[in-house]
């Protein structure tokens, strides 16, 4: 984390990238137990496969947790303002998930100088996973 300055900060800036391993049935398995969410589409190869899935894959909140993750690499959690995201693409197992963001607008809300963030997760292929954007307050 390095907490960039408002005036250091530029319309295009590029975010630190968070690249992470290939998803699999160990990370499924502890996302389910620390979230609490056991569906079974995410847990169960039988169960997955009977819903016409080629195997189990990614939660859309986990995804979202590591775009969570790549912006509190960039600024301390007590910075970000809003986060929204929507889900456009299935994370399958073993896909490679890197996550990026842009500033793409300088602004001040509720008397804070703050930057506007593009944020999306791909797989190694480069197909959109979870796109949003980011509120983040700039000291």
């Known amino acids: 984390m390095n907490n960039p300055k408002f005036k250091d900060v530029e ?3 590029q975010l630190p990238e968070l690249a992470l391993r290939p998803l699999s049935r160990t990370t ?3 996302y389910a137990g620390g979230s609490g969410d056991h569906v079974p589409l995410h847990i169960d190869t039988d169960y997955a496969r009977k819903a016409g899935m080629p195997d189990v894959f990614g939660h859309g909140m ?3 947790a590591w ?4 912006l509190t690499g960039w600024v301390s959690q007590d910075r970000v303002r809003k986060l929204d995201v929507r889900f456009v693409g299935i994370t399958h197992l073993y896909n490679q998930v890197s996550c990026t963001g842009q500033v793409v607008e300088k602004l001040e809300q509720n008397g804070e100088q703050c930057v506007r963030v593009a944020i999306q997760a791909t ?10 954007e980011a509120l983040v307050a700039l000291a």
């Not at 775009?67 to 790549?70: K, N, S, Y």
């Not at 292929?125 to 796109?131: A, L, R, T």
């Open 11 to 13: 319309v295009g800036t």
């Open 28 to 30: 499924l398995a502890l």
């Open 62 to 64: 986990l995804t979202a």
């Open 67 to 70: 775009l969570g993750r790549m």
């Open 123 to 132: 797989n190694q292929y480069g197909d959109k996973k979870v796109v949003g």
